[in-house]
């Protein structure tokens, strides 16, 4: 089975804090996503990688950003976090020859206090 | 602009009684169709997808779902009900030409009545 793992499953930081969220995979997959999913708002895509050190913006970038060194490994910054940015945050990942089906991690709710 | 709409922001159903969860997109071409479920605390996960063919297709867990092109719709249907169907359930399409991106729908929660 594909796993798709998330550092946390809760964080709680604090306004101003530099917070990495971590997702490793463990199919070899290309791509791999950064969404944030908040209530009545669905899943909003922050970033997607399609290589290691390749990315691309996704519908809400501001605020973050992210970094893929090595190909299982696909990393989501704060720079400097704020209270708005109190939500879960899911990554996924992708194979090209999966027909496109996405696989998820568990998520991270985070809590910027 | 491509979008997806789920309608129904929470449904109320029965054990034991039918299910459907409305799913509406726009798209300029033929897409690729997606429906997720979500556990409570947990990640999604594929319940079923729809690429060509057969416009009626069949998922995990006894859920189908219907691609209707003339009503631009992906609607998943489930005959019986059971307690552990409570979930909130996603409606996605992508990828987008060119792009990995994907639009997900703003999600319906499903309750499930004893």
């Known amino acids: 089975d594909v796993k798709v793992t998330q550092s946390s499953r809760y964080l709680v930081k604090r306004t101003g804090e530099k917070v990495f969220l971590e997702c490793v995979q463990d199919?070899?997959?290309?791509?791999m996503f950064w969404y944030r999913q908040d209530p009545g708002l669905g899943l909003r895509l922050i970033y997607f990688s399609y290589d290691v050190k390749m990315k691309e913006k996704g519908d809400i970038p501001e605020g973050y950003s992210v970094s893929r060194e090595k190909k299982e490994r696909f990393s989501l910054i704060l720079e400097s976090a704020s209270t708005n940015q109190t939500s879960m945050y899911l990554c996924?990942?992708?194979?090209?020859?999966?027909?496109?089906?996405?696989?998820f991690g568990p998520g991270t709710r985070l809590t910027v206090l | 602009a491509q979008s997806v709409t789920q309608p129904d922001i929470h449904i109320t159903v029965s054990e034991g009684a039918s299910l459907e969860l409305r799913c509406n997109y726009s798209?300029?071409?033929?897409?690729?169709l997606f429906w997720y479920v979500q556990s409570p605390g947990q990640g999604l996960q594929l319940l079923l997808k729809?690429?060509?063919?057969?416009?009626l297709v069949q998922g995990i867990k006894g859920f189908e779902a219907e691609f209707k092109r003339s009503q631009s719709s992906f609607n998943l249907r489930k005959p019986s009900v059971h307690w552990s169907d409570a979930a909130e359930y996603f409606c996605a399409v992508g990828p987008f030409s060119g792009t990995y991106k994907y639009i997900f729908g703003t999600g319906t929660r499903l309750k499930v009545l004893a």
């Open positions: 996924a990942s992708l194979a090209v020859s999966s027909y496109n089906e996405q696989f």
């Open positions: 798209y300029g071409a033929t897409p690729y």
């Open positions: 729809y690429f060509s063919g057969d416009t």
């Open positions: 199919m070899d997959h290309e791509n």
